[in-house]
């Protein structure tokens, strides 16, 4: 079998970096922060504080496609945090990948506020939750996507998420 990738996704708070890592390890897979993949010209942008648009986030798409795509030539298996909100962001990482798995991390708003005020030392506004989940173009119809509920213990998300992963490759076998 070539090589795979997973990409977890979901709005902000959702548990992307946990839920990745920790899914990273059950699975004996590597781990790839998305955030580490941005393009000098967008962390300067957002370092001053200025939010990214989609014009600044092809390159950085392009850059997760392009680990996907050395994941799966070199055969090799991988978790790639990346929140992926909107339908065409997935797209352009799907683009030329044949072993993409997307997990999206399902949460509604009030647990994402909830999640928002137990963050120390993060601080995001009520309005950048809004936007988030004003951008989102839920995945629940694509191939390939895995939607594991967050409203539990991240030890049975990480879980779920396993077992969902490890079905599908089953199948896909």
Not at 6 to 12: E, H, L, R, S, T
Not at 86 to 98: L, T, V
Request: net charge negative; proline share 3%; glycine share 6%.
């Amino acid at each position: 079998m070539a090589g795979s990738s997973v990409i977890v996704m979901g709005v902000c708070a959702c548990g992307k970096s946990t839920i990745g890592e920790q899914l990273a390890q059950k699975l004996g897979r590597k781990f790839i922060d998305g955030d580490d993949l941005h393009p000098r010209a967008n962390i300067q942008k957002m370092a001053s504080g200025q939010p990214l648009n989609d014009d600044d986030r092809k390159p950085w798409l392009e850059r997760i496609r392009d680990a996907s795509y050395s994941l799966e030539s070199k055969n090799e298996h991988g978790i790639i945090v990346c929140s992926a909100l909107k339908k065409k962001y997935r797209d352009q990482i799907r683009e030329g990948n044949e072993n993409v798995t997307f997990l999206f991390l399902d949460g509604n708003k009030e647990l994402i506020m909830d999640r928002m005020r137990q963050r120390q030392g993060h601080f995001m506004k009520e309005n950048m939750v809004n936007s988030q989940f004003e951008t989102l173009e839920r995945p629940d119809a694509e191939p390939q996507t895995i939607v594991v509920g967050i409203d539990c213990s991240i030890e049975e998300i990480v879980d779920n998420a396993a077992q969902q992963l490890i079905a599908q490759q089953e199948v896909a076998l």
